[in-house]
């Protein structure tokens, strides 16, 4: 006789009718919890609905303290590093004349291509040309070509720095260069060579011009003298 088998239909409709039970137990949950009238509810709960208010019963919540928010460094100081550099500058340059020699608004500042001479608190002074100037505030320098001993020497100056004693342009280049650094002047071909005849011409030049301001000076100081003298 051939072996029945077992009925396998019923076994599978017993997930969806677990479902079906289980989905009936949650809508008689939610059909048990009777609404609460609106007179019992308490009105010092704010922010939670008027279904859900019920659930705290007579609890009240404390209030938390808020610390208040610390002052704004921006409003105090909106721009640190301007301010920053702003008080070094006062201190390092007071007069501000090594400011307007680099300025680019100045029209009669110092540009690539010029003589310059720089004069340091210790040491010989150094003149070469300006091949390069960084603008960088406080770090502000410029790079400067000159020879020594028939060689050629690049030095970069600090303008800033408390051992500089002065820059002074001694001659400035005939054409605006094109370009905003001229290290085409380290070839053989295009290399200036020694600047120290310019530096000398420069040097007469001046003392000319403080000796005859010294003239003038001394002249005038002796034409109020001899005013005075007449008054008396």
């Known amino acids: 006789m051939p072996l029945l088998r077992p009925p ?14 289980r989905a009936a137990k949650r809508h008689i949950r939610t059909l048990s919890t009777a609404p609460v009238p609106t007179s019992q509810l308490q009105p010092h709960v704010e922010g ?9 019963g007579k609890k009240t919540h404390k209030r938390i303290k808020a610390i208040p928010s610390p002052p704004s460094a921006h409003n105090i100081c909106p721009t640190p590093l301007a301010t920053i550099t702003a008080s070094q500058l006062s201190v390092l340059d007071p007069t501000g004349a090594r400011t307007r020699l680099f300025a680019k608004t100045n029209p009669d500042a110092a540009k690539v291509g010029d003589v ?58 005939e054409r605006r260069a094109r370009r905003a650094r001229l290290y085409y ?48």
């Open 8 to 21: 396998t239909r019923a076994l599978g409709h017993l997930k969806p009718s677990i479902r079906r039970h």
């Open 48 to 56: 939670i609905p008027l279904s859900m208010r019920a659930l705290y």
């Open 116 to 173: 310059l001479l720089v004069r340091f608190r210790s040491g010989d002074p150094f003149a070469g040309v300006c091949l390069n100037i960084r603008r960088r505030g406080v770090d502000t320098a410029v790079l400067l070509r000159g020879n020594l001993t028939r060689v050629g020497v690049e030095m970069w100056v600090k303008v800033y720095s408390p051992n500089v004693e002065g820059v002074e342009v001694v001659q400035r280049r």
């Open 185 to 232: 002047l380290r070839q053989p071909k295009h290399d200036i060579g020694s600047v120290e005849n310019l530096v000398r011409q420069y040097n007469r030049r001046k003392a000319i011009l403080g000796t005859a301001d010294a003239k003038t000076a001394s002249a005038t100081a002796g034409k109020k003298k001899s005013k005075k003298n007449r008054k008396l």
